[in-house]
Nanobody, 121 residues
Framework: QVQLVESGGGLVQAGGSLTLSCAPS????????MGWFRQAPGKERECVAV????????NYADSVKGRFTISRDNAKNTVYLQMNSLKPEDTAVYYC??????????????WGQGTQVTVSS
């Protein structure tokens, strides 16, 4: 069993930056491909970024490409989502997820509880 705990969400102005962190517990994150999803009110959950277990493979949704960067530090057992040039439409609950294989979108085996990101105009 893997428990995923996100942190780093909050309120930011448009054009600003935030970094989300995901720290798995129970088992090491290094065994899993990881991803970040988001869900805005009234919309379907969207996979925005994925990364392979080694970090060698990353992929992004078109809506965030060039603005968001996913990375991982397996020594610290942590996955990050650096979000730059934030837009009001990036406002959503962001979820960390873990899966056996990297793919876009990811097919998670485990989910975090979510962290709110709000971008004001």
């Amino acid at each position: 069993q893997v428990q995923l705990v996100e942190s780093g969400g909050g309120l930011v102005q448009a054009g600003g930056s935030l970094t989300l962190s995901c720290a798995p517990s129970g088992r090491t994150a290094g065994n899993y491909a990881m991803g970040w999803f988001r869900q805005a009110p009234g919309k379907e959950r969207e996979c925005v970024a994925v990364i392979s277990w080694s970090g060698a493979i990353t992929n992004y949704a078109d809506s965030v490409k060039g603005r968001f960067t996913i990375s991982r530090d397996n020594a610290k057992n942590t996955v990050y989502l650096q979000m730059n040039s934030l837009k009001p439409e990036d406002t959503a609950v962001y979820y960390c997820a873990a899966a056996g294989l990297v793919a876009m979108p990811l097919s998670p085996n485990y989910w975090g509880q979510g962290t709110q990101v709000t971008v004001s105009s």
